[in-house]
T-cell receptor, first 117, second 114 residues
Framework: GAVVSQHPSRVICKSGTSVKIECRSL??????MFWYRQFPKKSLMLMAT?????????EQGVEKDKFLINHASLTLSTLTVTSAHPEDSSFYIC?????????????FGPGTRLTVL | KQEVTQIPAALSVPEGENLVLNCSFT??????LQWFRQDPGKGLTSLLL?????REQTSGRLNASLDKSSGRSTLYIAASQPGDSATYLC?????????????FGTGTRLQVTL
């Protein structure tokens, strides 16, 4: 299957700093990328959907000014958590849908564990 | 609004047993259904994808079935192994739109014991 990578896998930062998470589709072009957040022992919560070259669409209740998403190319999307606070600590997972792929299967990255002190 | 439920929430079986995980969804108007596996602290690995026109898909010891009209899917794992221990998630996709969103189930946490 197609591979999606995320960097970094783990990040610890101080409250008030900004953190950038990268999501890359390694061997395919992704028209659409999704960003999820997952709390311990819970299912995934969709935060936003991004299409290459256009603004992201945020889910209800997700602050667009706090979670900045940039989908600059067909293989890269970034999520920046601005002025992070301890309540932003979570597991963030990105996903990419293959452009023109068979049945448009969705592939997931390995996740990024963010801890805000 | 689509709701996806998985039963049981947790399951423990001895190695070698065959087992079935269940997934039900309230709106039968789906485009496809995917089964995923998630290991602790890791991302999701896609196991099987079933299109709405299909009734089942197989990969190795895994077999997924889909009964769209009744809103049900099952994941059958044959001859379970300790390495199968993980959380299994099903997710449905409503349509073919490039931005159409997956709705995830609540997950089944599987433990296969020696």
């Amino acid at each position: 299957g197609a591979v999606v990578s995320q960097h970094p896998s783990r990040v610890i930062c101080k409250s008030g700093t900004s953190v950038k998470i990268e999501c890359r589709s390694l061997d395919f072009q992704a028209t659409t990328m999704f960003w999820y957040r997952q709390f311990p022992k819970k299912s995934l919560m969709l935060m936003a959907t991004s299409n290459e070259g256009s603004k992201a669409t945020y889910e209800q209740g997700v602050e667009k000014d706090k979670f900045l998403i940039n989908h600059a190319s067909l293989t890269l999307s970034t999520l920046t958590v601005t002025s992070a606070h301890p309540e932003d600590s979570s597991f963030y997972i990105c996903s990419a849908r293959e452009r023109g792929g068979s049945y448009n299967e969705q592939f997931f990255g390995p996740g990024t564990r963010l801890t805000v002190l | 609004k689509q709701e996806v439920t998985q039963i049981p929430a947790a399951l423990s079986v001895p190695e070698g047993e065959n087992l079935v995980l269940n997934c039900s969804f309230t709106d039968s108007a789906i485009y496809n259904l995917q089964w995923f596996r998630q290991d602790p602290g890791k991302g999701l690995t896609s196991l099987l994808l079933i299109q709405s026109s299909q009734r089942e898909q197989t990969s190795g010891r895994l077999n997924a079935s889909l009964d769209k009209s009744s809103g049900r899917s099952t994941l059958y794992i044959a001859a379970s192994q300790p390495g199968d221990s993980a959380t299994y998630l099903c997710a449905v996709r409503p349509d073919t739109g490039t931005a159409s969103k997956l709705t995830f189930g609540t997950g089944t946490r599987l433990q296969v014991t020696l």
